[in-house]
């Protein structure tokens, strides 16, 4: 669980610390410090560090004087000297001017091994100074302190040159401008380091293996004890992506899977795994508003239902009278969230998923795809809205955020098999939120497990996510 704050919520700590500024500013100098010797800081090699007049700087400064005592040929270029005669930045650069640090105005570009960029910290808006741009094209390595300089910390958008950090260490909790926009380009690895700050209150939360569980089954347990999931959707051309989604369900540890398919392509859908109970109703390669009562009757003793995989365009009758009849877990995917709309999402009762990517979701909402949109939609419809991406984020009781995976996973048929994942932990007896937030990390373990090994597909991701179900 890994806290992740605003720039406001930083600043807001900062001033709420019971240690001084300047303790602060000591420790945060020292884990950047160490952070350059992680990264080929030493004896014989130049490092530049690049400050700014505020505290981001003073952190800059400290770094400076730690990695000169190691040896270090280290060299301040300072865009404006800290602030205040008294202020912890300024003393901070008075120490490293003592212990032998040069510094001097920003200047021109010249050779290094390392930049430390200490310009500013997470509150950075707008654009880079022009003195500070031609930095940024700097061939060396980037330690960047708090967030690269030239990132919005709040939206993690850019607004002309950006440093692109290799390395950035932040401090006590990440900031959102970390995983938003542009921020995991230009972030590179990011070092968490403490140093005392008050606990956050997070803008979201980062989930970790210790928020990801899956259940355990009693000794007991048969088919239909363990969790059963049905899966209704596939239309012609696109009865593969309610295939993978059964697939996945079944693989992830749900006792019984039914796929309810157009009656004219249950051949086609038959042909996947066969312990899937394989039915078909309806038209020859689409449902209609009339299959509602005879899907309702299939459904039958099932769990939970995974509506809409390739379900096909204009199937918003259909889909609205599920939505209203169907009084268990649901997890509505692709186009069952196409063809549906806010007002019977959001009076039904019983729980429901919602697993867009950003497109599915501006049509939905009429709102641009961003976190806290997706956030508020979940609270204000009652429902779990998993935000698909990199990172994914989870909206419901609680705010989430899953990096486990990548782009590797931005592959056809892939968010398929998360929709099953979830169906079946839901099954299984997890909480929605829960169930939505551990499929997506495991999902996403799966998904960087494979591209180690070759290259992602959903057919790769269904013989792998198996290791992953308990």
Partial sequence: MRPVITPEESARLDAAAAESLEVLME??????????????????????VLSGPGNNGGDGYVAARHLRRRGVEVEVRAFGFPK????????????????????????????????????????????????????TDHPAPVLAVDLASGLDGRFGSVAGAVFSAAT???????????????????????????????????????????DAPVP?????????????????GGSSGLVGAAVMASEAALRFGAGAVRLIVPAGLRGEAATGHPGIM?????????????????ILEALGRFDVLVLGPGIGKGRGTLIEALLDRWDRPLVLDADGISGANVAAITARQAPTILTPHAGEFERL??????????????????????????????????????????????TIGTGDVLAGMIGALVARGLDPEVAARSAAYRHGLAGSHLAGVTSVTAMGLLE??????N
Avoid at 217 to 229: C, L, P
Avoid at 384 to 401: E, H, M, Y
């Fill in 84 to 135: 205040g005669d008294y202020s912890p930045a300024r003393r901070a650069a008075a120490s490293a001017v003592v212990a032998g640090v040069r510094v001097v105005p920003i200047g021109a570009p010249e050779p290094a091994d390392l930049i430390i960029d200490a310009l500013f910290g997470s509150g950075f808006r707008g654009s880079l100074p022009h003195e500070i741009v031609p930095w």
């Fill in 365 to 410: 909402t009429g709102s641009t795809a961003a976190p806290q949109a997706a956030f508020e939609f979940a609270e204000s419809t009652g429902t779990v809205v998993l935000l698909k991406g990199s990172p994914t984020f989870i909206g419901g009781a609680k705010r989430w955020a899953v990096d486990s995976g990548g782009p590797e996973l931005a």
């Fill in 216 to 232: 355990t089954r009693g000794h007991d347990a048969h088919k239909w004890s363990a969790g059963s999931v049905a899966v209704v």
């Fill in 168 to 210: 950035t260490v932040t401090f006590d909790a990440a900031k959102v401008g970390h995983y938003l926009g542009a921020g995991p380009t230009h972030t590179g690895r990011l070092s968490v380091i403490p140093i005392g700050l008050p606990k956050p209150d997070p803008e979201f939360t980062m989930c970790d293996s210790d």
């Fill in 27 to 48: 420790r945060a100098g020292l884990g950047v410090a160490l952070a350059a010797v992680e990264m080929g800081a030493g004896y014989g090699s130049k490092v530049i």
């Fill in 278 to 294: 394989t039915m078909g109703i309806g038209g020859v390669d689409s449902f209609g508003p009339t299959d509602v009562g005879p």
């Fill in 464 to 469: 792998v996510i198996g290791r992953w179900a």
